[in-house]
């Protein structure tokens, strides 16, 4: 209670300093979290970690132009550097773009992604989770030689948007996550498999699921071999669909269409997929990570369909892209923290399910690709050009069964050129692990890839 | 930063519960960033990163805590719920702290960014957009990044360690895009370093901007590289991202301490061709990953990490030192305040050989010539790594030919260190940041061009039936 107390007078003082030096369009983004990581290593517990941390963004209009500024030193001392920096900056600003301070709304979905319950698990039964978790992936196969790493976490978030046209908004999260890294040995041969399960309820973290998944990775790919350099029909296990689609989201945002870094520049409305193809962005999902009732305007978030049957239907938004584009925002303008500006992310962000089980998609493949797993996502690929070319592993599908693992291997083709090419989605969405946005993504089959091998 | 005796009841407060070592690290950085796309400043964000963390030991056992708070009593408070973890009773006391300032002999500062004008700083990098912008009537968007930061820090610990350091970071980031036929390719450069606003007027500007678009044209022109096997010429400079990813994350204790190195107990054997020197240096003057000393309080060094292809060292921070038994090698790194520190990489280089530039080409029948890499990755468990070629060429007959694009090469650690076999004698540096245990942390990689025998390049199997 006293910590709100003192937020309040902080952004008081900050809102009136500013008013003091001409500013009238002034906002304050505040974010406060909570942490707590425990790692453990052969048995013990090896590493314990706590932490609280807040920091504060600021930004005004002056000059008709936007300045920001932020500080993690929360105290009277910062709020002259807050003021006069983001003023400075705005007087270097020459971009024609308009941005704004939003006035608010009086509607906003109701969202519940605090689960109090979190709070009051103990420490020991969370300690408890680590060392079961690394004692289930060191016993489950003989040929586990190591649990490479093995931790739990939880993070409780708060953030709070001020601004001085009256807006004042609140929304309060928590996230609970376990994984595990294991080690298989067979003769030289060394195989690495991981799995997590996020969650805000701690009881559905099964630590004999994570660790049965991890192992049955790992295990699965010894005596893995390179295969034949050629073009091969490709399935995209769901994760590894759900790399892609994160990798590429760059491309849906209307700041990168509008500064000619978008190839879906002037294709609303068109067919840009195969019609089996839908990507939603739904913030009021529920168990969606990034769920919220309002943007990092301020702005309501909304429900909508980014591809229907394979065809663009908009870009996601914010006010100021929305403004240029004369359509309303799509509630997208993003905050990665109090450090960053206004920009443009997804919320939950997937492909919809189709109809296919695995075995359908294998079945009718009489020589392909399995892939499990895609390597150096943050330089193998190029979303300006749709380009990548990643390492990657997986097994080798011949005559419509999974005969072997396969590894040494890279993938390649066009993101723009691959999503006019699906030819089955599977009924297996899975979502990846929560970072700012929450991408998820059904297996899926790809007419053919280029692989190179041997 | 802060004062001796509430240094001194800190680390009193974290040994409470008989943790053998306690430690503080007081962080407070300035930074500024500015953005310019197609001309014009879209953005600007300064700001204030100010943090405490306190780590403690109990043998192998280790505790982390942070807070943005600034008064005694929090701070006491937090060292005390860390020691908690902690669960014996005896206490160890603390040895009488030295408060010292380091010399900045490694990286000293004439002009701090944060006295200079920001209309100076949009100076450069409009020239950086100018010569990008110009270069050809085929670049379609040019975005420049500038960046500075200004780091303060205090590491103080319960053995009388008790250090100010400051770091200065200076880069100017630069992407072109060129556009032919629909088709859009990027190309890259990013010059950084540890030096103040002098290096900006140092800077040949105009030459990084034309750089990054000729590699955007070169590659918009370019076919897809072909797959399989091959011999693989890389350039120096950035192209040491190879040993970074194949080698370097292996020798740091953060993976060896637990034996998921495959470079684990390997020390004195042969590792590399012998035609392989290579050495992590955190003391190259201004160096991009260079400091005075490092997020432990130890004083850089020059570490020798392979000789001749014989395995000399390992990259080593006091926690996993412990499991090793081997000294801190002044390479224990950190973002931030928000994470402990652990044994990461400087500046990371292959030695100069023999071989001329020309030599190692005209020697190369056929085969791919990687002039510029992008990024990469490994598993240090299995030594497999992955990076991407920005700008390649073909070779043939011994001469550099048509460009291509979209190659990636892979391969595990040590087999590609065995099969270097010609080193050149052009070493030059370049600016990465490397994200990995404690963090993103300015590192550079480096090494003079080097030919390997034989690496896995993936491209593209002729047309793709799409």
Redesign the interface.
């Known amino acids: 209670m006293v910590k709100k107390m003192l937020k309040k007078d902080f952004v008081g003082k900050v809102l009136k300093f500013g008013e003091s030096k001409g500013l009238k369009d002034m906002e304050i983004y505040y974010d406060s979290s909570r942490e707590l990581s425990i790692k453990t290593y052969q048995g013990n517990i090896d590493n314990f970690s706590v932490s609280n941390s807040e920091g504060v963004s600021f930004r005004a209009l002056h000059n008709d132009k936007m300045g920001y500024a932020y500080t993690e030193k929360v105290d009277d001392s910062s709020i002259p550097f807050l003021v006069e920096e983001a003023m400075q900056n705005a007087i270097i600003i020459d971009s024609d773009d308009e941005e704004n301070i939003y006035i608010g709304s009086d509607e906003y979905e109701e969202i519940n992604n605090y689960n109090p319950i979190l709070d009051q698990v103990t420490e020991e039964q969370k300690i408890q989770l680590t060392l079961d978790l690394e004692k289930e992936a060191m016993s489950l196969d003989d040929r586990i030689q190591s649990v490479q790493y093995c931790a739990y976490g939880d993070v409780t978030g708060e953030t709070n948007i001020i601004n001085s046209k009256g807006l004042s908004l609140s929304t309060k999260s928590n996230i609970a996550f376990a994984y595990v890294g294991v080690v298989a040995k067979n003769g030289d041969d060394l195989k690495t498999g991981m799995a997590y399960k996020a969650t805000n309820d701690f009881f559905k973290i099964d630590s004999k699921e994570i660790a049965k998944e991890a192992v049955k990775e790992a295990v699965s790919m010894l005596g893995a071999e390179s295969v034949q350099s050629g073009n091969y029909p490709i399935i995209l296990r769901n994760n590894v669909a759900c790399d892609l689609l994160e990798s590429f989201s760059d491309v849906f945002s209307a700041e990168n269409v509008q500064k000619n870094l978008s190839q879906l520049k002037h294709k609303i409305g068109q067919k840009i997929a195969s019609d089996n193809l839908n990507i939603i962005d739904n913030p009021h999902m529920e168990d969606g990570f990034a769920s919220t009732p309002f943007d990092g305007e301020g702005y309501p978030t909304q429900i909508k369909k980014v591809i229907e049957n394979g065809i663009l239907k908009t870009y996601l938004h914010n006010l100021k892209t929305s403004e240029k584009d004369g359509v309303s925002s799509t509630g997208n303008a993003s905050r990665g923290s109090y450090k960053s500006i206004i920009d443009i992310s997804p919320s939950n962000f997937f492909i919809e399910n189709g109809t296919y089980s695995m075995d359908d998609m294998i079945n009718g493949i009489d020589k392909g690709l399995l892939l499990i797993e895609l390597q150096g996502l943050h330089s193998g690929l190029n979303s300006v050009s749709g380009d990548f070319s990643l390492a990657c592993y997986g097994y080798l599908v011949e005559e419509g069964k999974i005969s072997k693992p396969v590894n040494q291997i890279t993938v390649s083709g066009n993101f723009f050129k691959m999503i006019k090419n699906i030819e089955m989605i599977g009924n297996d969405l899975k979502f990846g692990l929560p970072a700012g946005s929450y991408f998820g993504a059904p297996s899926l089959k790809i007419k053919e890839l280029s692989i190179a091998g041997k | 930063m802060l004062r001796k005796d509430v240094i001194e009841n800190i680390l009193d407060a974290a040994l409470s519960t008989g943790g053998d070592f306690s430690e503080i690290f007081v962080e407070?950085k300035t930074n500024t960033g500015?953005s310019l796309?197609?001309g014009?400043?879209?953005?600007?964000?300064?700001?204030?990163?100010?943090?405490i963390g306190i780590r403690i030991f109990d043998g192998?056992?280790?505790?982390?805590?942070?807070?943005?708070?600034?008064n005694e009593k929090d701070l006491i408070e937090?060292a005390k719920?860390?020691a908690t973890?902690v669960r014996k009773m005896k206490q160890k006391g603390v040895q009488t702290i030295n408060y010292q300032m380091v010399d900045q002999l490694v990286n000293p500062i004439e002009i701090y960014p944060d006295t200079v004008n920001?209309?100076k700083k949009?100076d450069i990098m409009q020239r950086a957009y100018n010569a990008a912008n110009t270069y050809d009537k085929i670049i379609?968007?040019v975005t420049v990044h500038y960046l500075d930061s200004h780091q303060k820090i205090l590491v103080a610990n319960s053995e009388g360690v008790c250090k100010e350091d400051i770091r200065v970071r200076t880069r100017l980031a630069i992407q072109s895009?060129a556009?032919s036929n629909?088709?859009?390719?990027?190309g890259y450069f990013g010059p950084g370093s540890g030096k103040g606003f002098e290096f900006f007027e140092n800077l040949d500007v105009e030459w990084y901007g034309k750089e990054a678009s000729r590699i955007a044209k070169a590659m918009v022109f370019a076919e897809?590289s072909s797959?399989?096997?091959m011999p693989v010429v890389i350039d120096n400079g950035f192209g040491g991202v190879i040993f970074h990813e194949a080698c370097g994350h292996g020798l740091e204790a953060t993976s060896v301490a637990?034996?998921?190195s495959?470079f684990a107990g390997k020390l004195g054997q042969q590792v590399a061709s012998s035609l392989v020197t290579a050495v992590d240096d955190g003391t190259i003057p201004n160096g991009w990953g260079s400091s005075n000393i490092d997020d432990e309080g130890n004083d850089t060094a020059r570490n020798i990490l392979i000789e001749n292809g014989i395995l000399k060292n390992y990259m080593v921070d006091k926690l996993n030192g412990r499991r090793m038994f081997m000294e801190a090698t002044g390479s224990s790194r950190r973002q931030s305040y928000?994470f402990?520190p652990t044994s990461r990489m400087t500046n990371t280089f292959i030695t100069n050989g023999q071989s001329t530039k020309e030599e190692i080409i005209s020697n190369t029948e056929q085969g791919l010539y990687a002039k510029y890499m992008?990024?990469?990755?490994v598993?240090p468990?299995?030594g497999?790594?992955?990076?991407?070629v920005m700008e390649g060429y073909r070779i043939e007959n011994g001469k550099i030919t048509s460009p291509l694009?979209?190659?990636?090469l892979?391969?595990t650690g040590l087999d590609v260190l065995g099969k270097i076999d010609m080193v050149g004698n052009n070493l030059e540096l370049g600016q990465g940041m490397c994200g990995s245990a404690s963090g993103s942390i300015p590192t550079n990689v480096g090494q003079p061009m080097i030919r390997v025998s034989e690496i896995?390049?993936?491209?593209?199997?002729?047309e793709?039936?799409?």
């Open positions: 407070d500015i796309i197609g014009k400043i879209e953005h600007t964000v300064s700001g204030r990163d100010y943090g192998f056992f280790s505790v982390y805590a942070y807070t943005n708070s600034v937090t719920k860390a973890a920001k209309g949009v379609t968007q895009v556009s629909g088709e859009m390719q990027s897809y797959s399989g096997k637990k034996g998921n495959v928000r402990a992008g990024g990469g990755s598993n468990a299995t497999e790594f992955n990076f991407a694009r979209g190659a990636t892979i391969g896995i390049v993936g491209g593209r199997n002729g793709e039936n799409a």
